[in-house]
């Protein structure tokens, strides 16, 4: 179940090369942890091509994978709300290249633009319902007696 809020569909014409000119592309390698649940966030990617997974610990058993992340997709929420640590961990399933940007420049510019800093609020916010819903769902399929009862599965 992918997000339907990207980055492209997120902000009015003209106001997404703002946040891009703050961004510097990364290459991360196939199993390389992008954040670890409870860390610091203190940066956030687009995922420009390859795949993260988004995964939850669960006490006594391995982490869930709670969802599956593509081009144009946001990978980290947990910058944009203090206190600013993970809620998630994070890993890159193929290589993956993508816009790196420091939360610290992006909050800044947020306070410095009204109309800038609620395009980002609002394109956070709408990611942060999905994926918790995503969560919801997939752990109930995991670990509910009787699954979620969506058929939807990742």
Do not use: K, N
Not at 39 to 48: C, E, K, L, P, Y
Request: glycine share 12%.
């Amino acid at each position: 179940m992918a997000s339907t809020t990207t980055l492209t569909t997120a902000f009015p014409a003209g106001r997404s090369e703002r946040l891009t000119r703050l961004g510097r592309t990364v290459s991360v390698e196939a199993g390389a942890r992008l954040f670890e649940e409870g860390g610091r966030a203190d940066r956030f990617w687009i995922i420009r091509t390859g795949t993260v997974t988004l995964d939850l610990r669960v006490p006594g058993r391995r982490a869930a994978a709670i969802e599956s992340l593509g081009h144009g997709e946001l990978a980290g929420c947990s910058w944009h709300f203090p206190p600013h640590r993970w809620q998630l961990g994070a890993e890159a399933m193929s290589p993956v290249r993508a816009w790196e940007f420091d939360a610290d420049a992006v909050r800044e510019l947020c306070a410095e633009d009204a109309e800038f800093g609620r395009a980002v609020a609002v394109w956070v916010g709408g990611v942060v319902a999905h994926r918790l819903h995503a969560a919801r769902v997939r752990l109930l399929d995991l670990y509910g007696p009787c699954g979620s009862g969506s058929g939807s599965g990742l």
